[in-house]
């Protein structure tokens, strides 16, 4: 008997009542919609910066074009598409129960999070030597400077938080307190810091390469 | 609720992620194939936006999982479509911005 039966009979029980009232949204666990909520509210954050790049950029003559070499972002991008394939091994991994590979894989897919925000930093640098920072740049306008520092900084950020996620998550994996939901939830996230990745190289870099 | 509760074992292997995982490698590098090309910068920028559209889709697809769950995929999409619209209706100031103000030429 369905539950709508259970209703027009006018005897809903407190336990259908209840089952009910906790039936999750998509069938989906609480901690996992929770994190596709923050991801829709994310993109529209990161939305909102590319856009207004794009209409700063649109609108400004003479735009810098300063980036002469595709060779360090191309294997940030390598680096971090590439962590994305661990991360999916390693929710693959705890879902078989093999505690001992999700772990290393998750410590894999950290690492290669260390070394694409090593990456990043080197280039920072790069660019301040070059005497660029937030309100200024040699290149033209400082706009230049303050949307790339700004886009690319938010990004860095969210790849230092789910560096610090993935260590934390996996040591309490290995401790026995999480489990593979937690690993997919934080993978999720992972997921989404690339994915922000694939605009951001675009609209940023490839579209700022001088000829 | 213990059904949703308990974890799902995603459909399709190691095999499937890869493959994913090379359509992703392969559209990035188209992406950079078409940085070099001679080319406006309006084509330029369809072009890779189209492509980093497609490589977006196949990841929260097959990577985030979403083409297991049609009502949470509407969800997401039908939302996250309505705020990306939403922030468009400035685009024209830009151009006017740039083409239509005299201490702009």
Same mark, same amino acid.
């Given at each position: 008997?369905?539950?709508?039966?259970?209703?027009?009979?006018?005897?809903?029980?407190?336990?259908?009542?209840?089952?009910?009232?906790?039936?999750?949204?998509?069938?989906?666990?609480?901690?996992?919609?929770?994190?596709?909520?923050?991801?829709?509210?994310?993109?529209?954050?990161?939305?909102?910066?590319?856009?207004?790049?794009?209409?700063?950029?649109?609108?400004?003559?003479?735009?810098?074009?300063?980036?002469?070499?595709?060779?360090?972002?191309?294997?940030?991008?390598?680096?971090?598409?590439?962590?994305?394939?661990?991360?999916?091994?390693?929710?693959?991994?705890?879902?078989?129960?093999?505690?001992?590979?999700?772990?290393?894989?998750?410590?894999?897919?950290?690492?290669?999070?260390?070394?694409?925000?090593?990456?990043?930093?080197?280039?920072?640098?790069?660019?301040?030597?070059?005497?660029?920072?937030?309100?200024?740049?040699?290149?033209?306008?400082?706009?230049?400077?303050?949307?790339?520092?700004?886009?690319?900084?938010?990004?860095?950020?969210?790849?230092?938080?789910?560096?610090?996620?993935?260590?934390?998550?996996?040591?309490?994996?290995?401790?026995?307190?999480?489990?593979?939901?937690?690993?997919?939830?934080?993978?999720?996230?992972?997921?989404?810091?690339?994915?922000?990745?694939?605009?951001?190289?675009?609209?940023?870099?490839?579209?700022?390469?001088?000829? | 609720?213990?059904?949703?509760?308990?974890?799902?074992?995603?459909?399709?292997?190691?095999?499937?992620?890869?493959?994913?995982?090379?359509?992703?490698?392969?559209?990035?590098?188209?992406?950079? =194939? #078409?940085?070099?090309?001679?080319?406006?910068?309006?084509?330029?920028?369809?072009?890779?936006? %189209?492509?980093?559209? /497609?490589? +977006?889709?196949?990841?929260?697809?097959?990577?985030?999982?979403?083409?297991?769950?049609?009502?949470?995929?509407?969800?997401? =999409? #039908?939302?996250?479509?309505?705020?990306?619209?939403?922030?468009?209706?400035?685009?024209?100031? %830009?151009?006017?911005? /740039?083409? +239509?103000?005299?201490?702009?030429?």
């Amino acid at each position: 008997m369905s539950q709508a039966d259970f209703s027009i009979h006018g005897q809903v029980s407190r336990t259908s009542a209840t089952e009910i009232m906790t039936e999750p949204a998509f069938s989906v666990p609480a901690k996992k919609m929770a994190m596709w909520l923050f991801i829709i509210a994310d993109t529209a954050t990161f939305a909102g910066c590319l856009v207004a790049y794009g209409f700063i950029r649109n609108a400004t003559p003479d735009w810098p074009r300063p980036f002469h070499s595709i060779i360090n972002v191309a294997l940030m991008t390598f680096i971090l598409l590439t962590s994305s394939l661990t991360m999916l091994i390693a929710v693959r991994s705890a879902q078989k129960d093999d505690k001992a590979g999700a772990f290393r894989w998750m410590m894999i897919t950290a690492v290669l999070g260390i070394l694409f925000a090593v990456l990043h930093i080197r280039e920072w640098l790069g660019m301040i030597g070059e005497g660029a920072t937030l309100f200024h740049n040699p290149w033209g306008t400082p706009l230049f400077s303050s949307a790339f520092f700004s886009i690319t900084g938010l990004h860095l950020l969210h790849v230092t938080g789910g560096v610090v996620a993935l260590i934390a998550v996996g040591i309490r994996y290995q401790g026995g307190r999480y489990n593979a939901d937690d690993l997919e939830v934080t993978g999720l996230y992972w997921h989404f810091v690339d994915l922000v990745w694939m605009f951001v190289v675009p609209l940023i870099y490839l579209m700022n390469l001088s000829h | 609720m213990a059904a949703a509760e308990t974890h799902s074992h995603q459909s399709g292997g190691i095999g499937k992620d890869v493959a994913v995982y090379v359509c992703l490698l392969v559209l990035a590098g188209i992406q950079f =194939v #078409i940085a070099y090309q001679d080319i406006s910068a309006s084509q330029m920028f369809v072009r890779m936006l %189209s492509v980093a559209i /497609i490589e +977006g889709g196949l990841a929260l697809l097959f990577f985030m999982h979403l083409s297991e769950n049609r009502g949470l995929m509407w969800f997401v =999409v #039908i939302f996250t479509v309505a705020v990306l619209l939403g922030m468009q209706y400035g685009w024209t100031d %830009s151009y006017r911005l /740039i083409d +239509g103000v005299p201490w702009s030429h």
